[in-house]
């Protein structure tokens, strides 16, 4: 089994930054991706940033330039670097953990505010 916890979420002004942070347990071996999504109040969960086994990365066109995902692998644990946050931001960000063969874990969730 394979767990996924978020921290690092906050209240921050517009123009801040936040670190974001995801710890991966048990058995980590299986994991393929690791990916940050966030849902705001009646939006859809949106993909932000995604990590691959490979170290190749992606981006949700509305983040790119702004946010950095990094990876440590010696402590299984990936960081999501948010900087010039915007109030369109705020949102609940959710770790993603995809798994091999199949299936996918999420985390609880931590809330992001960006006030204007």
């Known amino acids: 089994q394979v767990q996924v916890v978020e921290s690092g979420g906050g209240l921050v002004q517009a123009g801040g930054s936040l670190r974001l942070s995801c710890a991966a347990s048990?058995?980590?071996?299986?994991?393929?991706?690791i990916g940050w999504y966030r849902q705001a109040p009646g939006n859809p969960r949106e993909l932000v940033a995604l990590?691959?086994?490979?170290?190749?990365?992606s981006y949700g066109y509305s983040v790119k330039g702004r946010f950095t995902i990094s990876r440590d692998a010696a402590k299984n644990t990936v960081h999501l670097q948010m900087m010039s946050l915007k109030p369109e931001d705020t949102a609940v960000y959710y770790c993603?953990?995809?798994?091999?063969?199949?299936?996918?874990?999420w985390g609880q969730g931590t809330q992001v505010t960006v006030s204007s």
């Open positions: 048990g058995s980590t071996f299986s994991i393929n991706a």
């Open positions: 993603n953990a995809a798994l091999i063969p199949r299936g996918v874990i």
């Open positions: 990590i691959m086994n490979s170290g190749s990365t």
